[in-house]
């Protein structure tokens, strides 16, 4: 089966300060990982996927099969920042939906 | 170029009663999808359509049923709701052919509340 783990329900941090959002998997095949941000009162979009090794407002995220993680990563948090981040993952397996982690709310404080 | 759109934007529902949540999309993507959204909870799959005329249960299908329409919409129904029901409920759609890589694309979500 498989299953993300977002350790954090909440995480503060100083605007300017890094932020590490954590995400860790578990599937036994080669998965899709991707990170999805909610701010407040919208409807949740894509942020970043581990295949376009991309860096989108400033964050980055590496897949580490080592130690099955997809960590959200920013050198420099800003205000515009806090929303709600949720760590997805999708099997390679034929045609299967998303599965999400519970989420981490990221607050900036100014 | 709409999206993802759900209707009703806000329900509120008396313990037995039943409504249908509708989700539509205008991107001609073949898989669709409803999410529960709860504090703490994450987004939880109820139920999914890869295709047209196909559906599945996802994690918590229990209280729900769907109905894949046609390609563009995707409705979900509470034959009788119940105050655990009360969440956020979110449709999704993504294009899935092949083994490439997709996007989900959600819609604004329905906040109901079941009394």
């Known amino acids: 089966a498989q299953r993300v783990t977002q350790p954090e329900k909440l995480l503060s941090v100083f605007k300017g300060a890094p932020v590490e959002l954590k995400c860790n998997y578990s599937y036994s095949g080669s998965p899709e990982l991707f990170w999805y941000v909610q701010y407040s009162r919208q409807r949740l979009q894509l942020l970043l996927r581990?295949?376009s090794r991309e860096s989108i407002k400033g964050f980055t995220a590496d897949l580490n099969k080592g130690e099955t993680s997809f960590h959200l990563k920013k050198p420099f948090a800003q205000e515009e920042d806090s929303a709600m981040y949720y760590c997805?993952?999708?099997?390679?397996?034929?045609?299967?939906?998303?599965?999400f982690g519970k989420g981490t709310r990221l607050s900036v404080i100014a | 170029n709409a999206g993802v759109t759900q209707t009703p934007k806000f329900q509120v529902l008396k313990t037995g009663q039943s409504m249908t949540l509708q989700c539509a999309q205008d991107m001609n993507h073949n898989s669709m999808y409803w999410y529960r959204q709860d504090p703490g909870m994450g987004l939880r799959l109820i139920y999914y359509?890869?295709?047209?005329?196909?559906?599945d249960k996802g994690e918590v299908p229990n209280g729900y049923n769907v109905s894949r329409l046609n390609k563009r919409e995707f409705s979900l129904r509470l034959e009788s709701a119940a105050p655990s029901q009360t969440s956020v409920y979110f449709c999704?759609?993504?294009?899935?052919?092949?083994?490439?890589?997709?996007?989900?694309?959600f819609g604004p979500g329905t906040r109901l509340t079941v009394t």
């Open positions: 997805a993952l999708r099997a390679y397996s034929g045609n299967t939906p998303l599965v």
């Open positions: 999704a759609s993504s294009e899935t052919q092949g083994g490439g890589t997709y996007e989900q694309y």
């Open positions: 581990h295949i």
């Open positions: 359509s890869a295709s047209e005329g196909t559906t």
